[in-house]
């Protein structure tokens, strides 16, 4: 009964460096996200894959790529961090009416 | 432009007295409306959705919520709010493509005992 599984859970990354976040869930689900949460923000879509093979951008995609080789993973990567990227980010896939289930969260700072 | 508003940043209430966090949306056609709420640390869980049917919508932890359509508004309710009831709360609808859920900015819920 796993669900979605994110790890690392916090990590520290110095500016420039480069890492992925990896997101995995066993429910099925084509679709898979990733948002970005922030103070006084609430959470805003980084990527999502509508099924393996198949990305597309969201509201906040600058400075992170994303691929979709099997639908069990969807890995976000950062590709060169900065301080603006210091956020929770949340990975989510949705299942049946539309409901999308989160993962517990990835803390990353960027110092 | 679609949209989500929880106007209150914070709603504090009394342990067994009915809470109620608002929240308003904007998006073109029907809505598809969500609450999660949030434990510290934690991910979002999901609490209750509206797609279509009854306006009152019953969810997980007894709460529930009043879809509006006149004023285009989702409030979350309970009618006995506990102590364990405080987190942050979360108001979203689908977005008009149907791709991505847009999020209120959340309100803190503070039950006292």
């Known amino acids: 009964n796993a669900g979605v599984t994110q790890t690392p859970k916090f990590q520290v990354l110095k500016t420039g460096q480069s890492m992925t976040l990896q997101c995995a869930q066993d429910m099925n689900h084509e679709y898979m996200s990733w948002y970005r949460q922030d103070p006084g923000m609430g959470l805003r879509l980084i990527h999502y894959s509508v099924g393996a093979g198949i990305t597309d951008q969201g509201e906040v995609p600058n400075g992170y790529n994303v691929s979709r080789s099997t639908t069990e993973d969807f890995p976000l990567r950062l590709l060169s961090a900065a301080p603006s990227q210091t956020s929770v980010y949340f990975c989510?896939?949705?299942?049946?009416?539309?409901?999308?289930?989160f993962g517990e969260g990835s803390w990353l700072t960027v110092v | 432009a679609q949209s989500v508003a929880q106007p209150e940043d914070q709603v504090n209430v009394a342990e067994g007295n009915p809470l109620t966090v608002k929240c308003t949306y904007s998006?073109?056609?029907?809505?598809?409306l969500f609450w999660y709420v949030q434990y510290p640390n934690r991910g979002l869980q999901f609490l209750l959705k509206y797609i279509t049917g009854d306006n009152l919508v019953k969810g997980s932890y007894g709460f529930e919520a009043e879809f509006n359509k006149s004023q285009t508004s989702f409030h979350l309710k309970k009618p006995s709010a506990l102590v364990s009831d405080s987190a942050l709360y979360f108001c979203?609808?689908?977005?008009?493509?149907?791709?991505?859920?847009?999020f209120g900015k959340g309100t803190t819920l503070s039950v006292s005992s």
């Open positions: 989510a896939s949705r299942g049946p009416g539309n409901t999308i289930y």
């Open positions: 998006v073109s056609g029907n809505p598809y």
């Open positions: 979203a609808v689908r977005d008009q493509a149907g791709t991505a859920l847009i």
